[in-house]
């Protein structure tokens, strides 16, 4: 019989007693261990022993091998791109053999220069990409990829940048699409290797994350308003190109670049008498933004009749030279774009400032072709440190740097009018790159081979020129050193025909209508002397 709690042990022992052949004679299942009963989870409870969490440093994209080359190519990058930064720095000053330009340099090195700045931003911040920082690459490529274009579809652009700019440029075009590669592979991978370590996406960041996401964007805004400026400015060069020079350009210092030359006038007079022509040598600024008011004055009033001018190399419509370059050497090669355009003189110089320096190397090599000096509140010699002063050559190449950004230039042409004139030889052809970099050559040698040059020359100038100084008079009277050395040149050969203080005139003395007038006065004296 049955119990009611269950069976009685004789019961179980009969039950479980086996039959003959040794088995039982039923089947009876055995309970098992974990049974199942109202305490059971439903589901088996979920074991993360195998995910890592999202802030372990074992979980970051560099696990991938993809991701560890794309760091590697791009040191890589950043190396060449230092050096041939460092090459391109260098070439302000000396240029390589090869490298010249015959723009001023600075837009390649601006280029150069932002391409470092994208790879040092994506190495930084390599472990941190970002959606805005692959938007922002996206917009610098698409502006230099603007900038490219315009410099290999304007001719005289890809004349002035020359393999050096292309090339440069090019470069920074391809490493901008190579950071917005960059960027979304290594979001690839992070994203691949948080799903595989941590189970999942991670969304969140942490506070260091938002702060380098903060700080590469705000870099990457910061250099894609300098390409968008570089580019603006590139447009306004761009402009400036279709203005035609006067004159003509001449190849000279074995075709390396171009000079430009204007002559204009009669070699005779009305009766048939062969005269001199007057060769123009202006100061600090382009001829054609200054003293060629006193050369077309006096073709109509008859004190010339014939006069040229040359633009120094970075000046106006003439190329800049290779570095070093010096006084003698433009002298050297107004020599030869004079003989390629056909002048043979004889010449009358005529010069102002330091263009004084450049007209009297140029008389110690001319000789007896020199038939007169005019020189207008000339620079001396001695006074050379001025320009070459340490602290202006600084000034000067800090000026050329940032000169690509147009922060002078485009506000001019927006607000105050500026038309192409006055950016090539009017009053804002102080601001383009040429002429900070002509500039620039002249403060670099101004005390060492300009004045070994210049001096020089004093020692073998023909002795019997005629020579006349125009002097400003508010200079002689506000710089007693000034004074000084003018009345020193006066003794600059030994057949001194006046020396002339203008009173109220500045150093740029035809600025006043009483300078214009001795100038054109003496000019006539010399151009009809009569000679023996």
Known sequence: MVSLWGSSKKDDDNEAAPSQNGESSEHI?????????????????????????????????????SVRWLRYFTVFFSILTFLWWVLLLVSIFVSPPGMHARGSGFFDFSYTTLSLGLLLVVLLFFSTPSKAAQVTCLVIAVILLIDMILILAVPRLRVEEGWVGIASVVWAVLISV??????????????????RLTGRSETRRTLREWCSVLTSTVILVIIAVVAVLLSATLMLRSRDASLAPPGERY???????????????????????????????????????????????????????????????????SDNAPSPFSAGMAADVLSEALARAGEEGPWILASAGVGSIYSRIFSSRHGRDIFGLLMIDPLHEDLLYRIGSPNRGFLLWAWGIISPLGLDRLPAALFKGRTREDRVYGRSAYQGGKYIKAKLQESLVANSLTKNEVSSARNIQFDKTPLIIISSGIEVRRDSEWEKKQRDLTHLTRKLVSWDIVTKAPGEVWKTYDGREMIEKRLKELVHAERA
Not at 52 to 64: F, G, K, M, R, T
Not at 178 to 195: C, H, L, N, P, Y
Request: charged share 25%; with cysteine; proline share 7%.
């Open 178 to 195: 190579w950071t917005i590669f960059t960027d979304r592979i290594v979001s690839w991978g992070k994203r691949e290797e948080e799903e």
């Open 251 to 317: 190849y000279v210092d074995g075709d390396k670049y171009q000079i430009h030359v204007f002559c204009t006038g009669n070699s005779t007079d009305s009766k048939g008498k062969k005269l001199p022509t007057v060769l123009f040598e202006a100061g600090d600024g382009p001829f054609e933004g200054g003293m060629i008011q006193v050369a077309e004055n006096g073709i109509s009033n008859g004190s010339i009749s014939r006069y040229c001018y040359s633009d120094r190399p970075g000046i106006a419509w």
């Open 29 to 65: 299942a055995q309970p098992r261990v974990s049974e199942a009963d109202e305490r059971t989870r439903l589901l088996p409870p979920q074991t993360h022993e195998a995910y890592l969490s999202p802030d372990d440093p074992a979980v970051s994209p560099y696990n991938l091998w």
